[in-house]
């Protein structure tokens, strides 16, 4: 038909409409943790399985854990191959993931901490052995420092013969006596805190 146009009719005091581009819909929100903190968490468990295969016997027994994972970790120490170890190893990580791991977490700090109580005691007992075989007076330091330990051992015997074997060139046997008396008499609920940073036996 003459005259009839199609399209959109141009008005000329009138600004062209732009198309506006459609909003994208808001991601959906992510649930749970992320792939990366689940293969951490995965590894943290893994170690804390290696762990528990490290620990004696007994002490693991104390943990009171599942039976399928108890009998996994008894497993992975009897196994020499080192390539069997791994997979069982890796075993022992899967079944970590079904319990959980913040009670054995506590128990393995306990047991950091009482070894490092420990550790700071027997450099303190040798320190002390050292030094009162060495030195006359230490005695008298030894017993004002830890007054709880004075009557515990007789100090003085003990010294005096160590002193003495140690003089004749016999085996230590008194002087690994005198170390004992002075273990014990370290003990925390005993005695007053050990000397800051005790050097270590030669």
Not at 64 to 88: T, V, Y
Not at 110 to 122: A, K, T
Not at 130 to 144: I, M, P, Q, S, V
Request: hydrophobic share 35%; charged share 30%; no cysteine.
């Amino acid at each position: 038909m003459a005259g009839y146009h199609t399209g959109i009719v141009k008005h000329p005091n009138r600004p062209p409409v732009r198309e506006q581009p459609l909003a994208r819909p808001p991601a959906p929100a992510r649930e749970g943790p992320s792939k990366s903190q689940r293969k951490r968490d995965s590894h943290a468990l893994q170690e804390l399985g290696e762990q528990l295969v490290a620990l004696p016997a007994a002490r693991v027994a104390e943990l009171g854990l599942p039976e399928p994972l108890q009998d996994a970790i008894d497993e992975a120490r009897r196994i020499r191959s080192h390539e069997a170890l791994r997979r069982q190893l890796q075993r022992v990580g899967k079944l970590m993931r079904e319990v959980d791991p913040e009670p054995i977490r506590d128990a393995l700090a306990v047991d950091g901490s009482r070894h490092r109580e420990e550790v700071g005691r027997m450099h303190a007992a040798e320190h002390w052995r050292d030094r009162l075989l060495a030195e006359n007076d230490a005695l008298a330091a030894f017993t004002a420092r830890h007054p709880g330990a004075a009557q515990s051992a007789p100090w003085a015997q003990l010294i005096t013969q160590a002193r003495a074997e140690r003089a004749a060139g016999q085996p230590p046997r008194r002087s690994r006596e005198l170390y004992r008396a002075l273990f014990a008499a370290l003990a925390p609920d005993t005695t007053a805190p050990a000397p800051d940073s005790p050097p270590p036996s030669p």
